[in-house]
T-cell receptor, first 112, second 113 residues
Framework: EPEVTQTPSHQVTQMGQEVILRCVPI?????FYWYRQILGQKVEFLVS????????KSEIFDDQFSVERPDGSNFTLKIRSTKLEDSAMYFC??????????FGPGTRLTVT | DAKTTQPTSMDCAEGRAANLPCNHS???????VYWYRQIHSQGPQYIIH???NNETNEMASLIITEDRKSSTLILPHATLRDTAVYYC??????????????FGQGTILTVHP
């Protein structure tokens, strides 16, 4: 069964550093998403991406965040200058033109 | 998106049916009811969705009331592996919010032997 993959599984970084989280969505999917989950809290929508542009973004997704689909397979989330409060699990998801959203296993980001 | 309300937690005996309720009294006509679950810290997993008819797939059944103000997810024969947080989400069918999921706190389902 096709699956969404994410790398790395765990990223540790120092406050103020840039991080790039990588995702490989399912190959024929058209819509891409990033969510995050702070430990013990609910899953929060960050951004949706379609046709090489952002469709919608949440209030969390400020100027420190950016997304890119640099080639036909990868979908990345960049945080320019990490803060302690960015520590969370980040999930990538994708969908074709159907309804079932497939989530990756997540990247645990720890900012020290 | 319409707000949904779920019980904080539920228990179920292994092999029995688990019935998870959800209230969505402000749901609009173009919003679907989706169910996802999250096992431990894994990525959420799609279970089932519906608009107004009852739906069944290999994982579960979804019963939506005629007025669409509430629904019930049924796991017919719960196993220990079904222990997870279950989310009921109202999803807009189109527009720029296509596919966007707004998670609540969900229901922690514990299946015990």
């Amino acid at each position: 069964e096709p699956e969404v993959t994410q790398t790395p599984s765990h990223q540790v970084t120092q406050m103020g550093q840039e991080v790039i989280l990588r995702c490989v969505p399912i190959s024929n999917h058209l819509y891409f998403y990033w969510y995050r989950q702070i430990l013990g809290q609910k899953v929060e929508f960050l951004v949706s991406f379609y046709n090489n542009e952002i469709s919608e973004k949440s209030e969390i997704f400020d100027d420190q965040f950016s997304v890119e689909r640099p080639d036909g397979s990868n979908f990345t989330l960049k945080i320019r200058s990490t803060k302690l409060e960015d520590s969370a699990m980040y999930f990538c998801a994708s969908i074709s033109n159907g309804y079932e959203q497939y989530f990756g296993p997540g990247t645990r980001l720890t900012v020290t | 998106d319409a707000k949904t309300t779920q019980p904080t937690s539920m228990d179920c005996a292994e092999g029995r049916a688990a019935n998870l309720p959800c209230n969505h009294s402000t749901i609009s006509g173009n919003e679907y009811v989706y169910w996802y679950r999250q096992i431990h810290s894994q990525g959420p997993q799609y279970i089932i969705h519906g608009l107004k008819n009852n739906e069944t797939n290999e994982m579960a059944s979804l019963i939506i009331t005629e007025d669409r103000k509430s629904s019930t997810l049924i796991l017919p024969h719960a196993t220990l592996r079904d222990t997870a947080v279950y989310y009921c989400i109202a999803v807009n069918a189109g527009g720029t919010s296509y596919g966007k999921l707004t998670f609540g706190q969900g229901t922690i389902l514990t299946v015990h032997p």
